[in-house]
């Protein structure tokens, strides 16, 4: 199996002064074998060697037979709401942290570095550093980047500069929409990330983002949230529009993206199959966080029998995670 879908997180970044603390930039204090991290004096996360660690990582794949991972930041990690030379400082020293990882980690790891999206320029240019200087196959973005949607003609020139690099680009959710209604009693897990990934995928589609860079190769985060369960809807939607709209109905453009199997769910992921098509589904587990998918691939497994793929479902995902990392001579 090839794990499109696991985080990253440096555990020696220290932040430069007092006001990188208060825009955002991740405190860690050490808990023996684990570290806590804070966040604007908010702690988010208590996580071990396996988020930096290659060997750590290498052993939980041998247990659970994955051959590769694609390894991403951690999207608290984006400061899109921080000032964007601090985000800028802290997404170069975090994809050089990632690419030491890569570069230790056997030819068995596939890194995406970050970028400060609010500013494009800056992204750009780093964009130009990850694909050159640290040799990273792709992008993890956000959402949204704070003051642009993934559709504002102000994002067109990183989505260009994705585009002409060839890099991948995985799209995870950040900063949920309205938390005081998204995530309260537990639901920003469930219910405000989610609908995240829904609003990204209206400005890829209705945005016209696919349509003004026709090559771009993004996969979605889990599963494609609800939007297998919505697509009817959103070709109603695009059909019943007064003004030009893109050409190519919801439906039928959504089979341009890949999306990851992290359903937990055997029946939405056949959902997700027929969304977005046998060659675009790829496995992802969101190791080695605890929302993680144990064992890694288990609604691949459990829903293999009604899987148009079937029980060849390993051998096809990995094929198709190799596509979309633009690695078919692999």
């Given at each position: 199996m090839l794990d499109v879908h696991t985080h990253f997180l440096p555990h020696d970044l220290p932040p430069?002064?007092?006001?990188?603390?208060?825009?955002?930039?991740?405190?860690?204090?050490?808990?023996?074998?684990?570290?806590?991290?804070?966040?604007?004096?908010?702690?988010?996360?208590?996580?071990?060697?396996?988020?930096?660690?290659?060997?750590?990582?290498?052993?939980?794949?041998?247990?659970?037979?994955?051959?590769?991972?694609?390894?991403?930041?951690?999207?608290?990690?984006?400061?899109?709401?921080?000032?964007?030379?601090?985000?800028?400082?802290?997404?170069?020293?975090?994809?050089?942290r990632l690419a030491g990882l890569v570069d230790a980690g056997e030819g068995r790891f596939f890194g995406f570095g970050t970028v400060p999206l609010q500013d494009p320029g800056a992204a750009v240019e780093e964009i130009r550093r990850i694909r050159g200087e640290l040799g990273l196959h792709g992008v993890e973005i956000g959402?949204?980047?704070?003051?642009?949607?993934?559709?504002?003609?102000?994002?067109?020139?990183?989505?260009?500069?994705?585009?002409?690099?060839?890099?991948?680009?995985?799209?995870?959710?950040?900063?949920?929409?309205?938390?005081?209604?998204?995530?309260?009693?537990?639901?920003?897990?469930?219910?405000?990330?989610?609908?995240?990934?829904?609003?990204?995928?209206?400005?890829?589609?209705?945005?016209?983002?696919?349509?003004?860079?026709?090559?771009?190769?993004?996969?979605?985060?889990?599963?494609?949230?609800?939007?297998?369960?919505?697509?009817?809807?959103?070709?109603?939607?695009?059909?019943?529009?007064?003004?030009?709209?893109p050409g190519v109905r919801p439906g039928e453009a959504l089979r341009r993206l890949w999306s990851d199997g992290l359903t937990y769910d055997a029946r939405v992921l056949v959902l997700a199959e027929d969304t977005f098509g046998a060659d675009r589904m790829v496995v992802g587990s969101d190791y080695p966080f605890a929302a993680r998918e144990t064992p890694v691939g288990a609604a691949y497994r459990d829903a293999a029998g009604d899987l148009r793929m079937g029980e060849r479902w390993r051998d096809q995902t990995t094929r198709n995670a190799l596509d979309f990392l633009g690695r078919r001579d692999a």
């Open positions: 430069p002064s007092e006001s990188a603390v208060a825009e955002g930039w991740p405190v860690t204090e050490a808990h023996g074998e684990e570290i806590k991290v804070f966040q604007r004096g908010q702690h988010v996360r208590t996580i071990g060697s396996p988020a930096w660690d290659p060997a750590a990582r290498i052993r939980d794949m041998d247990r659970e037979g994955v051959v590769a991972q694609v390894v991403l930041p951690t999207p608290f990690t984006f400061l899109y709401d921080a000032d964007p030379d601090l985000a800028a400082r802290y997404a170069r020293s975090q994809n050089d959402t949204h980047a704070d003051r642009y949607l993934l559709h504002d003609k102000e994002l067109d020139a990183v989505w260009a500069e994705l585009e002409v690099s060839g890099a991948a680009v995985f799209v995870h959710p950040w900063r949920p929409v309205a938390p005081h209604r998204s995530g309260h009693h537990g639901l920003a897990f469930g219910l405000g990330r989610p609908i995240e990934t829904e609003l990204a995928v209206g400005s890829l589609l209705f945005g016209g983002v696919l349509d003004r860079f026709p090559r771009l190769r993004v996969c979605l985060a889990h599963g494609g949230a609800g939007i297998p369960a919505l697509r009817g809807r959103l070709d109603n939607g695009w059909r019943r529009q007064d003004q030009e709209f």
